[in-house]
């Protein structure tokens, strides 16, 4: 799992302390004998009796609130689950708002007025000056139609506000809706903030029961890469196993359904698009089937309906016997089977009404642990061990498959074909002095719609989109022997695994290419200049087999054999046409940052070295950069409030994991920052 990074504390510290101070305090008065943290009073036995069933009185006791506030999360206890009869409630708020009285935050919250509720067509063709999906428009292309900030003024941007996020992993991307920002931190704390100057609006923290906090804290930390605004609703997936939708206006939980039982090691680290009223997310099961149960069974991409959260699909991404794929195992066991969706979610097609979504690697990562020890139990060539390291392309509304392409078949090193497809209309003449494997059957100079992606595993990948046909493919950041995937079958796409690099026993070390080239931070299109931009990492992994690892690997990311130390990470401005690579910017400084693409012309990215720069889209020349106080991180995008236009940037806490890179000094932990930028007000 090479997307999700280190070790940092995921919850709110915040509230931990609150609830570790209240405590204390209360354990310091009461009676020693007692175990009940609530005081003495008429509701007390009711409240010890129902409320501490899915999580700690804590929760309780550490809340102040109104009459109002009380009778409001009493409802929404009984919604979610909680059995009171109906003839105690009145006593029981009695009880809770005598003894745990206080101004309720939410109603000190402005709240957002004025709301206009998103509709499918707005999402189909959203205002300029909204950011309604993590790449803007459903064919992730991140391209903002906004101009007030060019290629003549862009040096004039400046700092209008910033304001600190929750501490933890932070790999989001924000949302803008007509002025208002929505933004999750770390720890599902969801905000919605005045976009003009970062005043809070409302908050909404989730709190989760001690059973799962403590368990979910020995896990890697969980990312909540993206969320989702439909109709008057947020919705995200939360560390606990819920899709969850929040009242746009005032945070409040509007529903939460449970997707999978946080118990099975299930994770969402990715989040939602919607689609046709539909939330549709993916997860990401556990890394060690070989430990856990049930594993297959939390490898999926699922549709919930927006309006009541009602489960309506669920498409499983590690295919079981008798489902499509499900003979491309060998002798793997159904519930040993793992490949995931954890990364960004998918694209939209709505003239096909497809969507595009991409799935990880198989788990454990060596064919040689997956498959018993057999490594023949499988092919060397597509498919194999389905629907790893694939883009699959499903009926949005019915969750069934209608073609996949897999990119690397059974992959051995953990490379993680997931992230973003981007959906692109361009005339097919690609170079062959620049593209390896080209589809000689394709006329030359036609129009295609295409789906096209640049995995972690590295290459660029493009298929027709309406049925999957290989178009082209190259390796990419560049061609190499350590490359993953030896040969492309050029008529039919069938790929072929670089079967020298895969481990034939315990000990085998191999290097192979590429690791995290472009992982979750997305790249983005220009149509006028018909290219891609993707901000890629020049670097490989030495893998070496380990039967007694869950894994059945180590794994030590490693510069790529000849690479050039000044160049390890760079933007590639890559010709749809031609797939030609315009060597745009490359430094020994790696990013973690979004490409952004402008109307101005401009593309904005940052890296890990704290340095946010506008680039000039034709040539790369470097026209601003501001030095922010972390390293830049996934999330650039730009919105129009009052017409003017903004760029907004996330920054996380350092990821150690980058330390070896040449040229990246690491940076202090907790900065967990939005940043935005706008010209100066003209006189
Ligand atoms: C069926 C399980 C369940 C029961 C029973 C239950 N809760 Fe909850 N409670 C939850 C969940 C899940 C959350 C987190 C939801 C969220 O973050 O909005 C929560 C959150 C809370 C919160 C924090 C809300 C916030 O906005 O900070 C309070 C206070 C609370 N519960 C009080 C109670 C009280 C009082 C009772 C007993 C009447 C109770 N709960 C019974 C599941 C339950």
């Known amino acids: 799992m090479t997307g999700i990074s280190s070790s940092e504390a995921r919850y709110s510290g915040k509230i931990q302390g609150a609830l570790l101070l209240s405590a204390i305090f209360l354990f310091s008065v009461l009676p020693a004998r007692s175990q009940s943290p609530l005081p003495e009073g008429n509701g007390k036995q009711i409240v010890e009796r129902t409320c501490a069933r899915c999580h700690s009185l804590d929760t309780v006791v550490s809340k102040r609130l109104t009459r109002e506030g009380w009778q409001a999360t009493l409802n929404d206890m009984i919604m979610i689950g909680a059995s009171l009869e109906k003839a105690d409630i009145p006593m029981v708020v009695d009880y809770l708002a005598k003894n745990f009285a206080g101004e309720s935050k939410a109603e000190v919250f402005a709240g957002v ?40 003024n862009v040096g004039q941007l400046r700092l209008v506000w910033a304001r600190e996020m929750e501490a933890g992993s932070n790999e989001h991307i924000p949302l803008v809706h007509q002025g208002v920002m929505y933004v999750a931190n770390p720890g599902n704390v969801i905000q919605a903030l005045d976009a003009r100057n970062g005043d809070l609006l409302w908050e909404y923290r989730r709190q989760m029961s001690e059973e799962a906090k403590a368990l979910l804290q020995t896990e890697t930390p969980q990312n909540t890469r993206v969320i989702a605004l439909y109709a008057d609703m947020v919705f995200f997936l939360s560390h606990d196993g819920y899709v969850v939708a929040l009242d746009a206006r005032t945070g409040k939980l509007r529903w939460q359904v449970q997707a999978y039982d946080y118990k099975t090691r299930g994770r969402q680290t990715s989040g939602p698009i919607i689609v046709n009223g539909k939330v549709i997310s993916g997860r990401a099961c556990t890394d060690d089937p070989f430990i856990f149960t049930k594993v297959a069974q939390t490898c999926f991409i699922a549709a919930n309906d927006a309006r009541t959260g009602k489960e309506l699909w669920k498409f499983y991404t590690a295919a079981a016997p008798g489902q499509p794929g499900g003979d491309s195992w060998g002798n793997t066991p159904a519930d040993k089977r793992a490949a995931s969706p954890w990364g960004l979610p998918g694209s939209y097609d709505p003239v096909r009404n497809l969507i595009f979504w991409g799935v990880a690697n198989p788990n454990p990562f060596t064919r040689l642990k997956r498959h018993l020890g057999n490594i023949d139990d499988v092919p060397r060539s597509s498919p194999v061990d389905l629907f790893s390291d694939s883009t699959v392309a499903l009926d949005p509304d019915t969750g069934k498959l209608a073609w996949y392409f897999q990119q ?276």
């Open 408 to 683: 690397i078949p059974g992959d051995d090193w953990d490379l993680d074909g997931v992230h973003e497809r981007i959906l692109i209309r361009t005339p097919f003449n690609p170079d062959p002095n620049s593209v390896k494997w080209i589809n000689p059957r394709i006329p030359r100079g036609q129009e295609h719609d295409i789906v096209v992606d640049a995995p972690e595993e590295g290459g660029i990948w493009v298929n027709d989109r309406t049925n999957g046909q290989f178009l082209w493919a190259e390796p990419f950041p560049y061609d190499t022997p350590a490359f993953a995937v030896s040969r492309i079958d050029l008529e039919t796409g069938k790929t072929y695994i670089n079967w020298d690099l895969v481990a034939k026993k315990e000990g085998d070390k191999h290097t192979v290419c590429y690791e995290n080239q472009k992982s979750w931070y997305p790249m983005s299109y220009h149509p006028g200049k018909n290219s891609l931009y993707i901000p890629y990492r020049d670097v490989c992994v030495e893998v070496q087999a380990k039967l007694d690892d869950n894994h059945g690997a180590s794994r030590k990311v490693v510069p790529r054999p000849g690479s050039d130390p000044q160049a390890l990470g760079g933007i590639a401005k890559v010709n749809m046409t031609t797939g030609q690579i315009q060597r745009f910017y490359s430094a020994p400084v790696v990013g973690s940052g979004a490409t952004l693409a402008t109307a101005g012309d401009l593309i904005f990215w940052g890296d890990d070295d704290r340095r946010f720069r506008a680039f000039d889209a034709d040539t790369g020349k470097i026209l601003w950069e501001s030095i922010l106080a972390s390293r830049i991180e996934s999330s650039t995008i730009t919105y129009a409030v009052e017409g003017k236009q903004y760029v907004a940037v996330l920054t996380r806490e350092a990821d150690l994991e980058l330390r070896y890179i040449a040229g990246t000094k690491p940076v202090r932990n907790h900065h967990n920052t939005i940043y935005v930028f706008a010209l100066p007000e003209q006189r």
């Open 113 to 152: 007025k004025d709301f206009t509720p998103v509709t499918q067509e707005m999402l189909l063709n959203p205002s300029p000056d909204d950011w309604l999906m993590p790449s803007r428009t459903y064919d992730w292309q991140r391209f903002s139609p906004l101009k007030q900030i060019d290629k003549q």
